[in-house]
């Protein structure tokens, strides 16, 4: 019981990280959709995507183009769903993985500095120069 109850908290939070990104994008360029709004396009555009890039896959001698046509299926879906341009969907697309890149860099840098100093061990001899 616990770990289904645990299931969908996880569930919830990961459509909501997701959609944070695709919201602060969508800030960035200057369109006032709520988070809420943007994790459900977020999921409902990735949904889309993964069953056009599915079905483009299965057709024979084409399908190595798959990944392109379920990217131009998230962008569509995007477009639907939050009611901007297909350019602006672009931007929300790009900005969202700038966006991301940074921040995960900047808290791969604040962790990786706070674990270097659990990670750092003194020697057990001290380490000495000859000289000849």
Known sequence: MMESIFFGLLLILSILISGFFVWISLKII???KGILEASLANLGAVVFASIVTIAIALIPLIGY?????GYFAYLYALKVLLNI???DSFL???VSVVVFVLLSTLISFVFGIWLLK???????FRPFFVHF
Not at 65 to 69: A, K, L, W
């Open 92 to 94: 929300v697309s790009i």
């Open 30 to 32: 200057g369109k006032k």
């Open 118 to 124: 659990y990670a750092l061990f003194k020697p057990m």
């Open 65 to 69: 183009i798959s990944p392109i046509g």
């Open 85 to 87: 341009s297909m350019f």
